[in-house]
């Protein structure tokens, strides 16, 4: 295939960009420069490593996916600081040891991303394409806008297609046979036949609730009825977005500016090409190039002799990325293809086509479709993006030197604000009383609400550091006022400490009755004497497949997880329904599927999916094998120290 796309990517373009890239900044702000830049590392996987730097944005990048996954399903919004537990982020972290795992087990198979999936890959993304066409000029201007260069995005693209080579071809191996197919299907549609009888949640327990039974639960139970800790505090607060600066600077200034950078607005030439490939097949010996080169030429011919281009390459190319698209490559400049297609492809006129072109991956013949001539955009053209360029700049400019000095102040002096403030014309701001979950404006923030509960802060009563609440967005803050967690009066919880005991006395009034019940079931009494003697409604269900919709799921799933019921022993089950309610249920009857009843189509459906259940789990089964034979040790401290 054609080495088009030096430093080029694919469909995971959005992954890799917007997820590693932006979702580390937008989300939990960018690094500020006072924050020192280390290396010591999270994990250590064999000869890799897993440092903080990569751990975080990984991280961040989860728990934005979560939060917006959550707010669409709930419509509501969600703290990050519920991820913030060391479940969720040795979640996170077994995602990132199994990856290293397996780009280690590449590494030792000598398993490489072939250059042909990489430049499929780019080619498909959308981003990339100009009228349905990759445009190479537009593909390096997304990567920029995007801080990335080609060869950071092809390192980052070729890590993440790595990760699937091997779980790829061990998923392949997994085989269904037609019995294992027949199986699953037999358990897929099972039916079973019950009978249960409800017992619906009892009324309110009555009797009488004494004043020192109340007040004997509630010590019990203080911790239930707190007022949280709260604290209220002083904080300065820098933002660039609201620094005054000079945003009308001379055109001298500017045009400076344009002279320095004039090779940025420089659009180079760039060609509209479409190619057949032909490979040289066998190993490639002279005999094979010859064969290879004959029958370029033969379709070099053809196109002589008036064959449409576009026909003859996707029935003949052997470049599966353009085949289908009449062998369309896009727009080319220099610098994007070999050196001896490039040479090829730039010395063509608009409508002519090349003689066969030999390269590493064969013999091309080259059609130029169009030409976009290179040009210079003029100082008026470019002058509105150097006056935005300019205003970043300057306001990047005062906003460091301003934050730099913020943190020396605040450190300097530990126990004030007002120096800073002073010197930096700041005003020090005051929050309202909030909890450690955060309150209103600025203390809803999850990192400024936890740097006011930090040690330093709560503790030893000094200024905070830093807090970043967002891309060149920080404060510093102090304690101005502490309440420390206090149990809520009795006379104001009485009612609700009254309403729990009810609860638990209905709670296990319920538990004991059905307990008391389902005691008697196969011994004192048959399901209908039962049924008969507490007058419950016995109900029957025949024919009920794992997935119906009309019951109950809590019920369905313990009829399906009940034991197939012996000829002279019957099989009950008591069944937790919640809200005290339970069910008594008989199972009578289990009923396999028939997979002899089903058509052709129906079967192979089911195989699909059987496969990919076995590929799955023979998947984990290789990772896991590879993991315990790979050394890998965890920094416990430098993980849960990890926080958005």
């Known amino acids: 295939m054609l080495q088009i796309l030096r430093g080029k990517k694919s469909s995971l373009f959005v992954k890799i960009v917007l997820g590693v890239i932006v979702i580390g900044f937008s989300f939990f702000g960018i690094e500020s420069y006072f924050v020192a830049n280390t290396n010591s590392d999270v994990a250590k996987v064999g000869g890799s490593s897993i440092s903080e730097q ?9 728990v934005q996916f979560e939060m917006q996954r959550m707010k669409q399903q709930f419509g ?4 990050a600081s519920m991820f913030q537990t060391p479940a969720y982020k040795h979640r996170v972290l077994d995602d990132l040891v199994n990856e290293k795992v397996l780009l280690e087990a590449n590494d030792q198979l000598g398993l490489v991303v072939p250059v042909e999936r990489l430049r499929n890959e780019i080619r498909k993304v959308a981003a990339f394409q100009n009228e349905g066409s990759f445009d190479a000029e537009q593909y390096k201007q997304v990567l920029a806008a995007n801080g990335m260069s080609p060869q950071s995005f092809e390192d980052e693209m070729r890590k993440e297609i790595g990760r699937s080579l091997l779980p790829t071809q061990i998923a392949a191996t997994a085989i269904a046979t037609d019995s294992d197919v027949d199986a699953y299907l037999r358990l897929r549609d099972q039916t079973r036949d019950f009978r249960y009888a409800k017992l619906d949640k009892p009324a309110a327990a009555e009797g009488e609730i004494k004043d020192d039974e109340i007040e004997a639960w509630y010590k019990q139970h203080q911790a239930e009825f707190m007022v949280p800790e709260r604290v209220a505090v002083e904080y300065l607060e820098l933002d660039a977005s609201k620094l005054e600066i000079d945003e009308k600077p001379d055109d001298s200034v500017l045009k400076e500016r344009y ?9 180079a030439e760039q060609r509209l090409a479409s190619h057949i490939l032909v490979k040289v097949g066998g190993k490639g010996a002279p005999e094979d190039q010859k064969a290879a080169l004959a029958k370029a030429e033969a379709i070099e011919q053809q196109l002589k002799d008036g064959k449409d281009f576009a026909t003859l390459a996707k029935q003949e190319s052997a470049d599966l990325g353009s085949k289908n698209q009449g062998g369309d490559l896009g727009w080319l400049d220099r610098g994007a293809t070999e050196e001896a297609f490039e040479n090829a492809l730039f010395s063509l006129a608009k409508g002519q086509v090349s003689a066969p072109v030999l ?3 064969g013999y091309h013949i080259i059609e130029l479709r169009d030409v976009r001539p290179g040009k210079t955009r003029s100082f008026e053209e470019v002058k509105p993006e150097l006056l935005k360029e300019y205003a970043d700049g300057e306001r990047e400019r005062v906003y460091s030197d301003k934050a730099g000095r913020l943190t020396e102040l605040t450190y300097q002096n530990p126990s004030t604000l007002e120096t800073a403030a002073t010197e930096l014309g700041l005003t020090v701001q005051k929050t309202d009383l909030f909890a450690r979950t955060g309150g209103q404006g600025i203390a809803a923030n999850p990192a400024f609400a936890k740097a006011a509960f930090s040690d330093g802060v709560l503790v030893q009563n000094n200024n905070s550091d830093p807090v970043d609440l967002g891309p060149n967005h920080i404060a510093v803050l102090r304690i101005a006022e502490h309440k420390p967690a206090t149990p809520k009066p009795l006379a104001e919880v009485r009612d609700a400490v009254r309403a ?16 008391a019940l389902f005691a008697q079931l196969g011994k004192d009494k048959t399901f209908d004497a039962l049924a008969a003697s507490d007058h419950l409604k016995l109900e029957e269900q025949k024919g009920i497949g794992r997935d119906a919709a ?27 329904l919640g809200g005290d309610s339970y069910a008594l249920v008989q199972l009578t ?23 990919q259940q076995v590929s799955a789990s023979v998947t984990r089964e290789f990772v896991d094998a590879v993991r315990k034979a790979t050394k890998i040790s965890i920094s416990e401290g430098k993980l849960q120290d990890q926080n958005p």
């Open 76 to 79: 509501a919004n969600v703290n």
């Open 550 to 576: 009309t019951l109950d799921s809590r019920l369905v799933s313990a009829v399906f997880s009940m034991p197939k019921p012996a000829q002279d022993k019957p099989s009950y089950r008591l069944v937790d």
């Open 500 to 515: 729990r005991i009810v609860a638990e006395r209905t709670s296990k009034q319920a538990k004991e009755h059905a307990d």
């Open 359 to 361: 390269t590493a991956e």
């Open 589 to 611: 009857a289990v009923t396999d599927g028939d997979p002899s009843k089903l058509d052709a189509k129906t079967r192979e459906a089911a195989r699909n999916t059987l496969q």
């Open 54 to 62: 990569e751990f975080t944005q990984r991280y961040n990048r989860a």
């Open 259 to 267: 002279e320095k950078a004039k090779s940025r607005y420089v659009t």
